[in-house]
Nanobody
Framework: QVQLVESGGGLVQPGGSLRLSCAASGIAFSIYTMGWYRQAPGKQRELVAAATVGCNTNYADSVKGRFTISRDNAKKTVYLQMNSLKPEDTAVYYC????????WGQGIQVTVSS
């Protein structure tokens, strides 16, 4: 059974930081591109950041320079370090694993508000 379990979300003030984690089980983690997506109320789900098998990374323009994605293949975990958070970063964040199949986590709320 494949599971992607996110943690680390919550409420933070503008300018603050959070680190999201996604622990994977049931997949050969090292062959999957791992990504973080987010969905704000009334908006479509969008790619935030992704880390490929070769550890190449790409980011949405809106988060470049503020967010960093990283992966630990030994721990089967992908991280998203989010700095300088803005109210517009408020969303449900989803972990994603993609190879020949695609899997999603259950999502975790991130709220940026004073």
């Amino acid at each position: 059974q494949v599971q992607l379990v996110e943690s680390g979300g919550g409420l933070v003030q503008p300018g603050g930081s959070l680190r999201l984690s996604c622990a994977a089980s049931g997949i050969a983690f090292s062959i999957y591109t791992m990504g973080w997506y987010r969905q704000a109320p009334g908006k479509q789900r969008e790619l935030v950041a992704a880390a490929t098998v070769g550890c190449n990374t790409n980011y949405a323009d809106s988060v470049k320079g503020r967010f960093t994605i990283s992966r630990d293949n030994a721990k089967k975990t992908v991280y998203l370090q989010m700095n300088s958070l803005k109210p517009e970063d408020t969303a449900v964040y989803y972990c994603n694993a993609q190879a020949n199949y695609m899997y999603w986590g259950q999502g975790i709320q991130v709220t940026v508000s004073s």
